[in-house]
């Protein structure tokens, strides 16, 4: 048989190759092109089906939708399993899917797709059993692994995942026998000698924060000193962002009076709760309402939300109040509108009124001046914007 082709049948055939090369790609192009169209419009219709509606009859779809070749499919099938799980029916119904769940898996294996992962920890949050058979597919495994990768931005992710995780009994019992909390101490300490550090500290110290509350902050900062000792270096920092988040960590700790006393260790103890907070007030600095004040004063939201958070725990108090009475300018201060001009800003401020408004103790050591300025300042609320009057004068220009 000859084999050999003639120079006019091998263009023939060169010209037919490119043109079915062609042919393919338009179509692959018209079938992107329809897909995008189709997941534009799901989008919108699936917005207005009620996530429980979607549990119940669209979980065989869903699953097919992970499956798909194209991102954009995949990701509108993850939104639509994210709005059922934010129903306790519909999580249910996820969580007896281990298809599903399996799915879900796969789509993070093989895409690293970030929604994904919110919703395995959420998913694994759920109970116990769901736990267990996320931790059998090795995501949790992948997901601890990610604690200490070289990638910056995706361990900060894996620790707020984490703190997720944490926030369920079974989801610490299960982190605490992996040996993660004792990790997650180790990177506090090996912190300091990490100039990346402050991309995921603040993640550390937020994990240990969510334990005392949910747990027992004597035992959490009894059991992991180091989370205690960082949180006292991080208020003493130039560092806005973790001065804000050392200053809300210190607020959860001292919410309680277990709290107050883990704080007030280092200090002389006294059966006096009030003494016991006060000593530990001042304990920041030898003026610290002036210290916070100074604090909130920074161009920064955040520190200055922090500081007024502080100074509202201290305002139902009587010894808080006589040492704000006492700092030159405070009362000015927390009176000044303009101080601050955003919205949490102006609610922080209104908070610190509040409780000073509500207390008995304030207009005695107020005087009954201040104390009338702090009670037209409530009843105006924290938005009022006194009206400007103008004066016509004849000739003015």
């Not at 939708?65 to 519909?90: C, F, P, W, Y």
Request: charged share 20%; hydrophobic share 40%; glycine share 6%.
């Amino acid at each position: 048989m000859n084999l050999t082709k003639k120079p006019g049948e091998e263009r023939r055939l060169c010209a037919e190759v490119v043109i079915e090369l062609r042919s393919r790609a338009e179509r692959q192009e018209a079938n992107r092109e329809q897909v995008e169209i189709c997941v534009a419009i799901l989008s919108r219709l699936l917005q207005a089906v009620d996530p429980l509606y979607l549990s119940q009859n669209f979980i065989e779809p869903l699953q097919r939708g992970l499956n798909h070749q194209d991102d954009t499919v995949k990701l509108l099938a993850m939104g639509q399993v994210g709005r059922i799980i934010e129903n306790s029916d519909g999580l249910t119904q996820v969580v007896n899917s281990q298809e599903l769940i399996n799915q879900i898996i796969q789509c993070i294996g093989a895409e690293k797709i970030s929604v994904s992962k919110e919703l395995i920890v959420e998913v694994a949050s759920v109970s116990a059993l769901s736990l267990e058979y996320c931790a059998k597919s090795g995501f949790i495994a992948l997901l601890i692994g990610e604690l200490t990768g070289d990638d910056i931005l995706v361990r900060a992710t894996a620790i707020e995942m984490v703190t997720t995780l944490a926030h369920s009994l079974h989801g610490r019992q299960y982190l605490a026998r992996q040996g993660v909390v004792d990790q997650i101490s180790n990177m506090i300490i090996g912190a300091e000698t990490d100039p990346f550090a402050s991309f995921y500290l603040p993640g550390l110290v937020k994990f240990f924060g969510n334990l005392a509350v949910v747990d027992s902050p004597q035992q959490v900062c009894e059991c992991y000193p180091a989370f205690l000792n960082k949180v006292f270096e991080m208020v003493e920092g130039q560092d806005p962002t973790l001065v804000g988040v050392a200053l809300d960590t210190l607020g959860i700790l001292g919410s309680n009076a277990e709290g107050k006393q883990v704080l007030h260790k280092t200090e002389q103890q006294t059966d006096d709760l009030l003494g016991l907070t006060e000593s530990w007030f001042c304990s920041f600095s030898n003026q610290p309402v002036e210290l916070f004040k100074s604090i909130s004063a920074q161009p920064f939201p955040e520190l200055h939300c922090s500081a007024l958070r502080v100074f509202t725990a201290i305002a139902s108090q009587p010894w808080g109040q006589k040492k704000m009475i006492d700092t030159p300018g405070f009362v000015e201060f927390i009176l000044d509108r303009s101080v601050g001009p955003t919205k949490e800003c102006k609610d922080a401020k209104y908070e610190v009124v509040k409780a000073l408004a509500n207390s008995k103790t304030t207009a005695e050591i107020f005087g009954n001046q201040q104390y009338l300025s702090v009670r037209t300042y409530l009843r105006e609320g924290p938005y009022y914007v006194k009206a400007v009057s103008s004066v016509a004068v004849e000739g003015a220009e």
